[in-house]
């Protein structure tokens, strides 16, 4: 049987609720917390500046609170994205095709909500159509949007699994993601060499072993030359 379909996470910039002191009932636990402004997100850089021991006055680092904003804007850009609207096109003149439609090796670079160290790595995602196909591109663009957020790797591989499962309503869904978490590899544990494997399997990949075997097998099975 098929997995039940789970309502994706719709992508929206999400608010945070913040604590509010109880003397303050008017502010309840509802508040917002606003998006800061370019010159308080700047302020902000200058006191990492300052925590890393460094002087944000010296010539060198006076533009770096500008520049790392704006890095922010690119690390960060998944917010802006609505996954579920980034798969609203598909195509329905497929003759019929209902074969797995793979995308592997999707380059994924995310950053983990823990200590905002990068992930980076790679995806595969797949579907077993079901009378429509969607855009290639799409697929990468979902992975992209749930990518350029602050997540762990689980999250992001349910959110990418969920997002197709419900959009497209395939007979399946498959993602695997291999990524290496920089805060293993350069602070805490200093572990290199050591990537996480997650994975989602739903609806014939779940529950049909030589669906998910012939997944397996041609995301491990040789490359090409990679030229397009
Ligand atoms: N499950 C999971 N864990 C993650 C992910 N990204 C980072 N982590 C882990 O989150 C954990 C946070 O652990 P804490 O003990 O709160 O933080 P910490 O003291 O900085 O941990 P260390 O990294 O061991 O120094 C660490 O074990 C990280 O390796 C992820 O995507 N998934
Ligand atoms: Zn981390």
Redesign the pocket.
Known sequence: MAAAPVRADPGRTPTVNIHTPASDPAADETATLARPTQAEAEEAVRTLLRWAGDDPRREGLLDTPKRVASAYREWFCGYEDDPVELLARSFEEVEGYDEMVVLRDIRLESM?E??MCP?IGKAHVAYLPNGRVVGISKLARVVEAYGKRL????KMTAQIANTLLDVLQPKGVAVVIEAV?Q??TTR??HKSGVS?VTSRMLGAFRDDPSTRREFMSIIQGPRGSGEG
């Open positions: 983990c823990h200590h992930i997540q762990i790797q689980e978490h805060c293993m805490g544990v996480m």
